[in-house]
Structure formats: C-alpha cells, structure tokens
C-alpha cells in the first residue's frame, strides 16, 4: 500500500490530468491510495466566492460560482467521452451543495462559510480525474473524505478524531481494495459529527496524505510537485539552488520553521511516528530522483537557505525601566496567539523584548496598540530575514554584503541575521 498526494498544479488543465494517468500507468497492480487537491487556482476563486456572499453581495457570489461550474465543465468535456454524463451529474450535484447555501443570507461566522464553499474545489477536482481514469482503464473506487475524516468545528483549521477517523477508515476505506486497486479521495478537508465541511488549515492537502498514511500502515507517501526535488534554497530567489535528494524528518521540520517552502512539520507527525518514508517527485518528469525524508542521521548537508522579504521588528521596552520578565513575555505571547501571528525571531533583554514577523499589516496595528499599554513600541518594515543551516562563513559574508545587520542570532547549526538594504 502507498498514499500519492497530486496537489493542484498536477491537475490544472486536460493535459496534466492526462499526464497523471500516465503516472499511475507506472503502477499498475500496486495498491494506491490517492489524495488530490483543487485545480489550479480554483480555491482562491472559490475564496472570492465566499467574500461576496459574505458581503451581502448574491448575486456577484453566484456570478463568480457560475464561472467555477463552466471551468470544471469545460474541463470534463474535454476530458470524457462515455463517462461524461455521470461526470456531470456528479458535479451539479456539488453545484447544488453551494448554491443552496448561498440562497441564504450568512448568519454564522466567516470561517464556517469559507469551509463550506472552499472544500467543493476537491471534490470537483477528484471526481473529474476519478471518471477520466476509469475511462482509460485505470479502475478506481471514488470517494468523500468528509464521511472518513471527523473533525472538530474549528472551521478553517479543524483538528482530527483520531479515533472515529481509524474506525472510518478500516470500515469503510479498506474494504474499498477488494474492488479496485485505487482509492481516490480528497485532501484538505473534513466534516463535523453534524456533517458541516471543515477545512484542516495549511497545507491540509499534504496532511490528509499523511493522516491516511499512518492509518493504512502505508509502504510510503509520495507527494507529486512541478518541482524536481526539495532545494536548498528557494530557486526563484537563488537561481543556483541545488537539489537535496535525502533529508530526515527533523531536518525538514527545522526548515519549515524558518520559513522554507517545504514540507509542513504537521504532515511530517504522522509519518515519523511510524517511520514511513516521505517521497518528493516530480509530476513533470517522474524519472528525476526527487527527494526522500526519512528517520535516519545524516551528516554533510549543504547550507540551506531561507530568505523572508518584508519583515517587520517590533522592539517593546518596559515603560519604567523595569526587567522584563515572564509576566510580560507570557502576556505578550497571549497577544500572538490571540491576534494569530507568529514570530519567526524574538531576542529578550533586560528591559526590551524584540520580536520580527511578516508584515501583515492590519494584525501588526493591532498588536502594537495592544502592546503599547504595557510597553513602549517602535515599528521598523522593511526588513529582511536570513537563515543558513549548516552555513559557513564564506556563504555568510557573500549573503549579508551591502546591508546593515540590526540583529544575529546563531546555534552550531543555524545563524539568523535581521538585517536592511
């Protein structure tokens, strides 16, 4: 058994979803269970769907649906031959879903409408391929992930029941391969034990994978990107990135708390806790080696390097020169959690507290006012954020040239430096 993840650029037109069948041609016999997320940008269209309506705005909500349906329609005809019409009907099935909800006004909070409409960008996606592979003769069984996974009402970034979901998933997923080979289902998403959708926050996609992984005691995960491999530095910054073809899970998580743009440490839990490999490939050139992580040590990893642009330090001193101590940290960090931000540095001296964040502006105003009542507060944008793994000096000097350093911190293995153009 194995657990494929296709996020949404592996699906985003005729071609790539022909392409995907072309994958799993290379797995024929193989026992598959296959998460897939929304088309191309179909969440962040759904996500305009959402505003207007909660907007007041039903007609422009439903103008906006109305060009989500023609897309994924369009897609299907393209797509499908025979399978076409129960493709169809299938989709106006979702259609109606949306539809219905929007015929009222929104009397509950944002997060709880985000969910219900966003999720349906899956199930689009995931009935559209599941048809197309059948069509081709790639047997698979389709089905709604919000019957297998249980959540909490934390709408927008709901937390599994890990007990009724294993249940679910040994009485109802398991049985599913003794029809077919493949079980296709969605990612990101969940339902209430009242049967309202939830989303599982950021990459939910990736963690829906993992969750399954774990619960089906799988052989390994595989993540399908347009990347060929995890890099060492984001490639669209550093033209010479190089490609990191084995990591361990640690190591990932490291990366991803200073910001990398890898794998998110709660997809990592599931699989670590039962030592299932993670497989990075490329959708666009399965051949390339990829990535693996796994639990093993590694020695001699090249720098891995983390830039973050826009970045705001907000340095907080106590009004009367007194220390700060843990009641005023403890305070401060009720802020963070409160206003939802997170800081990605923070240094503690005897009468000040520092911290640097991304500039998001709107919850930066609010936790400089809120702080402003035990502390005095200086805002200073613009900044940037540099972390080096296993960095060298030689990296360093040639990274840090031509800026002002307004602060470093630095273990063994990582250096950080704040620092102005």
Known sequence: ?????????????????????????????????IVISAMGKTTNALEKVVQAFYDGKKEEALQLFEQVKQQHLTTARYLLVTRYLACEEQLRDFFTEVEWLMHDKPV??????????????????????????????????????????????????ANIDWEFT????????????D???????????????????TTLGREGSDYSAAVFANMLDAESQTIWKDVESVMNADPRQFPDAQPIHELNY?????????????????????????????????FLNPDLE????????????????????????????SKDFSFVGEHHVGHLYHLFEKLKVKPNLTQNGAISFLCVMDDRTERIEK????????????????LLLLTIRHYNEDILRNMIKETSILLRQQTPETIQVLMKK
């Open 108 to 157: 509950r909070e944002y997060d709880y409408y985000y969910d219900q409409v966003v999720c349906i960008g899956e199930l689009f996606s995931t009935a559209i391929v599941s048809q197309y592979l059948n069509e081709i003769g790639i047997n698979n069984n389709w089905t709604d992930v919000r019957d297998i996974i249980r959540t909490d009402d934390n709408f927008r970034d």
């Open 179 to 197: 029809e077919a080979d493949i079980v296709l289902t969605q990612g990101f998403i969940g339902a209430t034990d009242e049967n309202e959708s």
């Open 166 to 177: 294993l249940a679910k998933v040994h009485r109802s997923i398991i049985p599913l391969f």
């Open 250 to 282: 640690n190591e990932v998580i490291e990366m991803a708390y200073y910001g990398a743009q890898v794998i998110h440490p709660k997809t990592i839990k599931p699989l670590q806790n039962k030592g299932i490999p993670l497989y990075v490939k490329c």
């Open 1 to 33: 058994m194995k657990v494929f993840k296709f996020g949404g650029a592996s699906v985003n037109s005729v071609e790539r979803v022909k392409n995907v069948g072309e994958i799993l041609k290379q797995f024929s016999g193989e026992k598959l269970l």
């Open 367 to 382: 936790l400089a006012l809120e702080a402003s009542v035990l502390f005095d507060v200086q805002v200073t944008k613009g």
């Open 290 to 317: 990829g990535t693996v992580i796994h639990s093993r040590s590694l020695k001699y990893l090249p720098p891995i390097i983390v830039l973050k642009e826009n970045q705001v330090m907000l340095e907080m001193s």
